[in-house]
């Protein structure tokens, strides 16, 4: 940062304008374009498998939602036949179950416990090693990296998620190179939900369950009618690229109806909602309300919730040496603000107690994060919901605080 | 990726310090030393912004600069030994390598305020932030009204820039007063909290901008006092605290309500926090 920054006064400071909208043009003009085309195509299975090999043909590395340890996870796919393949979830606070279903969709499900955050903002990586030659030390900063990764299966809040991190880690004073690198090159191939999980919200958050942006290749999963098509939307030049590759053929008026259907279907069977237009004035004016006390005797501070949660970006940083001290290497990880560490400064914690600590989660996600990037934190994906040992339900710790119960709430 | 994500000054990795020789080490009391370092490349900094040090196998942790801003060539930091960090640091001697990554954040507005009066008031540690603000004030002694420091101590072997104390007390023009909460026999000074010092202090409260830098009860308490006192909220600021890990606006720890302490501040003026001040462990 230069001094030139640094000598506006603080009162002089206004809010740094917002370098996107998220809403309008998160994705870039190149895939905003194609889907003026509207040019829709229907793929068969088959031909979805030939769309991953393609894809894979290009010098990606596939990742996709796979069966493992009771959970639908992303991890490296080869075929679509490691896709959770007739399998769906159910979810509720604090519970999580695998059923199988009547038919064999590929994606007959809500997201799991994970999201792409784990590849574009790792969990854990060395930010860079020291060595020392007598006096001097030498800094080697981790190279970035090249891998070009592809996404298979992302959804529409999924979709936002990364929009919203990219905000906090590419489109603000700094850049964190790793992340920028990564997600320069990924492939997004978005599938809209053909049903909503019982701790889903997108529709209220505005973050789904249809992508409108943000992807190369969107599909819509069409079991209806005895025939499993999907039907394609390709909006940037290496989705058009991608698809022309490919066995397809033009969707038929009825395929993009009963897409539409689908999609429709999902929007109106959400499994929660939350009023989200006035959060931030909501929750912060009420810093002091009982509420946080009460979801404090039942917040276990366990930092699951931030986690699973897509958004959530924040880190701490490790270091770490050789027994002969001349090498040192620094680590970056995810943290939470639900630990005790976290807001640690000589003396102590700044927020020592679990209500504060809930408090700090709650209204950064909901709140404080429409000041500082534009937009709210949450993407209405349920995760924290479902992944909360105690079961903490967001959208009704919001309407405590609104004082109201769930019938009196405005719909979305 | 949309180029509009472009962020506008971003160094190509933010996060990898530079080793930087230290050239001096002061003592300045029993747990507080001054570093000195020679970067390769003077980069110019504000007065009240802050580096990111790091003692090789240590850590890192963000210290003020508090040297003059004026001749960056040389950085100095003042830092009490208060953890494995800071403790490290100060095992250093002249020779040795800190790693240094910044300047970050938003510093004192010395430039917003000329032709006022201008009164300081640090605590402990906190002076040494604001002696950057006093070099520059000295520097262009004319372009300000009447100047006032105060400074409180926890008991005089805590007092820090002894030697610069004096001289600023000899310097016309210039009002200082420095209390210690526990004095002893040899004490001649002021003794308690700063607070009620600053009705000694010469200032016209409607032309008057204060600077604040302290721990944070001694931040609501005079901050409170200059209130009381006629000077407005918009023209008091104070810089904060809190646990940082990356300065960058990414590791997320500095967060105070809305505001990123990093890089929003750590100068912020009063009315932009003094509601999110009133409440406890937010």
Redesign the interface.
């Known amino acids: 940062?230069?001094?030139g920054?640094?000598?506006?006064?603080?009162?002089?400071?206004q809010r740094r304008p917002i370098?996107?909208d998220l809403h309008d043009?998160?994705?870039?003009?190149e895939r905003m374009a194609a889907q003026v085309d509207g040019a829709m195509a229907t793929v068969t299975v088959e031909g979805l498998q030939a769309l991953l090999q393609a894809i894979q043909a290009r010098g990606y590395r596939a990742f996709g939602p796979t069966l493992q340890n009771q959970a639908i996870v992303y991890d490296d796919i080869d075929s679509i036949d490691d896709l959770p393949r007739g399998w769906t979830d159910e979810q509720d606070g604090g519970r999580y179950r695998l059923l199988r279903r009547a038919d064999e969709a590929l994606f007959g499900y809500s997201v799991g416990p994970q999201s792409w955050k784990k590849y574009l903002h790792a969990p854990k990586l060395r930010?860079?090693t020291?060595e020392?030659h007598g006096?001097?030390?030498?800094?080697a900063?981790e190279a970035s990296p090249s891998d070009r990764l592809a996404f298979i299966g992302v959804r529409a809040c999924e979709i936002r998620a990364i929009e919203i991190q990219?905000r906090?880690?590419?489109?603000?004073?700094?850049?964190?190179?790793h992340y920028?690198a990564l997600?320069?090159r990924a492939l997004i191939v978005a599938v809209n939900c053909g049903q909503a999980g019982n701790t889903c919200f997108c529709a209220s958050m505005h973050a789904g369950p249809q992508a409108k942006q943000g992807f190369d290749i969107a599909l819509t999963e069409l079991l209806d009618g005895g025939e499993h098509v999907f039907l394609v939307e390709a909006a940037s030049d290496e989705g058009r690229a991608l698809l022309a590759q490919i066995p397809h053929r033009a969707a038929s008026n009825r395929e993009i109806e009963t897409a539409e259907a689908v999609i429709e279907r999902t929007a109106s069977s959400m499994g929660r909602k939350m009023r989200s237009d006035d959060l931030n004035e909501l929750l912060?004016s009420n810093?002091?309300h009982p509420r946080w006390d009460e979801v404090a005797t039942r917040c276990l501070t366990c930092a699951n919730c931030t986690m699973v949660c897509p958004t959530c970006?924040?880190?701490?940083?490790e270091?770490v040496?050789d027994l002969a001290?001349e090498r040192?290497e620094?680590w970056?990880r995810w943290?939470s603000?639900f630990t005790m560490d976290?807001?640690?400064?000589?003396?102590g914690s700044?927020?020592?107690?679990a209500?504060?600590r809930y408090r700090?989660w709650m209204?950064?996600k909901l709140?404080?994060w429409i000041?500082?990037f534009g937009s709210s934190g949450c993407v209405g994906c349920g995760r924290c919901i479902t992944w909360c040992p105690v079961g903490i339900d967001i959208t009704e710790e919001v309407r405590a605080i609104r004082g109201c119960d769930a019938s009196a709430e405005e719909p979305r | 990726m949309p180029q509009t994500l472009k962020a506008c000054t971003s160094p190509p990795d933010p996060m990898a310090p530079r080793m930087t020789p230290v050239t001096r080490f002061i003592r300045e009391s029993e747990d507080v030393f001054t570093l000195d370092l020679a970067p390769e490349r003077a980069t110019p900094f504000a007065p009240g912004q802050f580096n990111m040090l790091y003692a090789f196998g240590v850590g890192e942790i963000p210290i003020s600069i508090s040297g003059d801003s004026q001749a960056p060539e040389r950085l100095t930091h003042t830092i009490r030994a208060v953890g494995p960090v800071s403790a490290a640091l100060g095992r250093l001697k002249a020779g040795g390598r800190v790693g240094l990554r910044g300047p970050f954040g938003v510093g004192w507005p010395v430039d917003a305020y000329k032709g006022f009066d201008v009164v300081l008031i640090a605590g402990g540690i906190g002076l040494a932030p604001l002696r950057p603000v006093i070099y520059w004030l000295l520097r262009h002694r004319a372009a300000y009204g009447r100047i006032g420091v105060l400074y409180g101590a926890r008991a005089p072997d805590d007092l820090i820039f002894r030697s610069e104390l004096e001289a600023w007390r000899r310097t016309p023009d210039f009002q200082l007063r420095v209390a210690v909460e526990r004095a002893g026999p040899d004490w001649t000074g002021d003794v308690g909290y700063v607070t009620p010092l600053l009705s000694k202090l010469r200032f016209d409260p409607r032309d008057a901008v204060a600077m604040i830098c302290g721990p944070e009860v001694m931040i609501r308490a005079t901050a409170l006092a200059l209130e009381d006192a006629g000077v407005a909220d918009s023209r008091i600021f104070v810089s904060m605290e809190r646990n940082m890990k990356c300065a960058i606006g990414h590791c997320g720890h500095c967060q105070f309500g809305p505001l990123f302490v990093c890089k929003d501040g750590p100068v912020h003026s009063y009315d932009r926090v003094r509601n999110l001040l009133a409440y406890r462990e937010l």
């Open positions: 940062m230069g001094a920054k640094a000598l506006i006064g603080a009162d002089k400071i370098y996107f043009k998160g994705v870039g003009q930010l860079w020291a020392r006096e001097d030390v030498s800094v900063p990219d906090a880690l590419v489109g603000d004073l700094y850049v964190d190179p920028k997600r320069e912060m810093l002091e970006f924040c880190t701490s940083v270091d040496s001290g040192a620094r970056r943290d603000c976290f807001s640690y400064i000589h003396g700044v927020r020592a107690s209500k504060s700090q209204t950064h709140a404080t000041d500082q």
